[in-house]
Each structure stands twice: as C-alpha cells, then as structure tokens.
C-alpha cells in the first residue's frame, strides 16, 4: 500500500501544474514547507478544531478524530464547567487511497456576544478550548488573510495575527495548499488550531482547492466541503462553495467562487444578485466581498486568466450598483490596493479592489509587476496580512502588515467611508428596500 500511495503522490505531483498553478514568472526561494503530526496516542483525541459564525449567535465547532466517538459539544461561560451541550454529526470522505478521520461538527448557542466560551469536544476531558464570541455591535476587527498554506512565513504571518486582537478572520481562498495529497489538510488543520479554535475563521475557495484529477477522483472541492462547512444554507445558497452573513449588526460579508460557474444565469449569479438586494443599506451600512482570483492586478502573475475576467464582466455590475465597498482577493501572491474602480477606471462609487494573496504559501513571492497603473495605489510583494477595524457606521481602516525580519511592519493604510453614507453614491434603488 506505501508503495501505491508513493506512486499515486508523483503523479499528483505531476498534475498540480497543469491544474490552475502558474510558474511562469519568477519567484524568491520560501521558506521552508513545515508538516504538523498528530501527537495524540488516543484515536479519539479531538484535533484540528476549528468554529465558524453561523447566524445571529451561533458558533460552529468543527473537529477530527482518527476513529469513531461521541459528537458532542460541552461548553460554558467557566473553564470546565459545561452548562450546556449539543450532539453533533459526523462523517468522512475518500480521495483515491486516502480516507480521513472522523470529521465531526456541532452548532452550539444561542450564545452571548463578545463573550468567551469554554468547551470540549467529543467529552475528551484533556483537551478544553475557549472562543471568543463576534461582538453584537461596532467596532468589530477582521484580520484578512490569503493563500496561507504551511511554510515558515505562514507561521510568521500566524504569530503576527494572534496578537493583533482581532474578532474573526476572513480568508479569500488556498488555505493548505494540500493539492491532492490529502495528508496536507490534516496537517493545515493541526497548524491552524491555536488560532482558529479561539475565533471563528470564514473562508472561502481558491484553485488549490479543488483537487480535481480527471480519471482519478471527480469530484471537486471533496476535501474542502468535508472539512470547511460555512454558513451557506443560512444565506439561502445552495453550495457551500458561496454564501454571505452578518456581523455586528452594520457588516455584511459576501464570499464568492471564482472555480465555480458564475456567469449569468449560473445558481451563483442568481444567489448573489437576490442576496445583495436583501442588503437594507439603513441597518447594514458596510459590504464586502471576498473571492480568490482577483478582477484588476498589475503584477505579472495570473493575467488574463478566464476566473478573473469573465467573473469580473459578470458580476462587476451587480457589485458596482449595489455600492460594494471592499472585494479582498488572493491568488497573486503579493499585496496590491486599488483605487475605488468600476470597469478599469476610477470610480469613486466603484469599491476599491485589495489583493491580498501573501499568507505565506509553499510557491513562493510574485515579485515582478507590470508597468503601474493609475488605478493602483501601493503593490509590492512581501508576506504578511491586513487588519480591517471597521469603528463606526460611517469609517472604517485598512492596515497591511508586511513580515519584515518575522516583525510586522504596518506599511499601507486606509480610512475608508461607506458608501452607504456618501451622498455622490446611494446605492441603486432595488438595494435599499
């Protein structure tokens, strides 16, 4: 069997190329691609937790065990002592010769906002975790990180982000850079944990997740659908692959996939447009959007490529009329902040378009950019991550953080205003109502 799994590797190895990863443009050397092994002896010691928001007040605890166990989850207001539980589900997925453990999930709530709970999983009295519930109303803080997967600049950018406060963590796509050999994501799920057991992290797709081989294993996104379920069904979408929820009362977040159809008419079209006119501007002054391939980039990197441009001509419209105020995207993996932008031009009603695709990935800096566009207002490729503190109803900031010597280095900033509140831009009529 280790000999069939080795030869199974090499040729994904051979694959991954050809299936969305670009190489021609050069990089500097990363550092080094680190691996997390499970250090549990017990086969029932809950591993790789992770929450996500679901609702109002919800909280959804994911978690792995290597073999089958209890479901639920114990928590409460006071370290080891459990006033509530829920019983969860579990399940499993094979990927060619792979299968993977017991991935078990658990809504708990309704819980109090900006409140720590303490919990367990699966009763295992030697492992108790704590989260930090969203807060009911401004200011929230969102870390916004790209393109992570598990080098020695992810665990830089990583120790960077738990000590900046922040309230949840948005990722625009590539989160382990497994690329089909499924042992990755377990790993991806261990290094993570510290961090996202404590705030819920809601992510969406990026290329490196869809793992599909033509002959081998169909089925898209296998991986990433198991693992990494989000609020879809909340939002009324009908894939886990696309969706949106509130926080703190005045934000609404939009996450997009740039590897599924979006062309008009497609489910995701669909689902966007009705869900952007839900949007009462009034009560949600702040929107934004999040999707892997990004519509506007200057550097070398991933131009012209099908998911940035005709997503971008079939929903740019939708996101401009709507008054949109910030799309994050990865992919490039360098920083690029845009102007406010409606079909390659300034626009001040047009949201402003950030890249951000530096986490820390196995691939590499995309170090060459095009000659400048007036459109783009500060480029340059280094690892790191953004802060986004939105403080009131009406401002909002913007800090990129560059990994400088493993010290953050807070290199580009922003105020931002909602459009909401801009007099020049009220949104389009069919999104106030």
């Not at 994904?12 to 500097?28: F, H, I, K, Q, T």
């Not at 600049?153 to 982000?161: F, G, N």
């Not at 820390?360 to 340059?380: D, V």
Request: hydrophobic content about 35%; proline content about 5%; charged content about 20%.
């Amino acid at each position: 069997m280790a000999s069939f799994i080795a030869i199974v590797f090499v040729f994904l190895s051979m694959w991954a190329p050809l299936s969305g990863r670009v190489s021609s443009y050069d990089r500097p050397p990363p550092r080094e691609t680190l691996y997390f092994p499970s250090n549990f002896v017990d086969s029932t010691t809950p591993q790789q937790v992770h929450v996500s928001k679901v609702g109002i007040d919800k909280m959804r605890i994911s978690w792995i065990t290597h073999k089958r166990t209890s479901s639920k989850v114990e928590y409460g207001t006071r370290s080891k002592v459990y006033d509530s539980f829920v019983e969860g589900s579990a399940s499993s997925y094979k990927y060619v010769a792979y299968k993977s453990g017991q991935i078990h999930e658990a809504v708990i709530g309704p819980l109090a906002p900006n409140t720590v709970y303490y919990y367990r999983c699966s009763g295992h009295a030697s492992r108790e975790f704590h989260l930090k519930t969203t807060p009911a109303q401004l200011p929230i803080k969102f870390v916004v990180a790209g393109d992570l997967g598990q080098t020695g600049w992810t665990k830089t950018t990583l120790e960077h982000i738990s000590k900046s406060n922040y309230d949840m963590l948005l990722l625009p796509g590539d989160l382990s850079y497994a690329d089909c050999w499924q042992p990755r994501w377990d790993s991806f799920g261990r290094m993570v944990e510290p961090l996202a057991s404590q705030r819920p992290w809601m992510v969406t797709t990026g290329n490196h997740e869809v793992e599909k081989l033509p002959l081998v294993h169909n089925t898209p996104f296998t991986a990433y659908n198991a693992r990494w379920r989000m609020p879809y069904k909340e939002s009324g979408s009908p894939s886990n692959l696309f969706y949106s929820f509130n926080v703190a009362s005045s934000v609404h977040v939009i996450m997009l996939g740039s590897y599924t159809s979006f062309a008009t008419g497609s489910s995701q079209y669909n689902w966007l447009e009705q869900d952007l006119k839900r949007i009462d501007r009034k009560r949600t002054p702040w929107v934004f959007v999040l999707l892997h391939a990004p519509w506007y980039n200057s550097n070398k990197a991933h131009q012209g490529e099908k998911e940035s441009v005709n997503m971008r001509f079939a929903m740019e419209k939708l996101l401009y009329e709507a008054k949109v105020d910030v799309v994050f995207t990865g992919h490039v993996h360098a920083y690029e902040r845009f102007t406010r932008v409606y079909e390659g031009k300034a626009n001040k009603c047009g949201p402003i378009h950030i890249t951000i695709g530096d986490g820390g990935n196995r691939e590499g800096l995309a170090s060459t950019f095009l000659e400048k566009q007036t459109i783009s207002m500060f480029r340059e490729a280094s690892f790191g991550h953004g802060e986004l503190s939105v403080v009131n109803t009406t401002h909002a900031q913007w800090i990129w953080n560059r990994n400088q010597d493993d010290q953050p280095v807070s290199t580009d900033s922003l105020w931002l205003t909602s459009l909401a509140y801009d007099t020049n831009c009220i949104p389009h009529q069919s999104y106030t109502e």
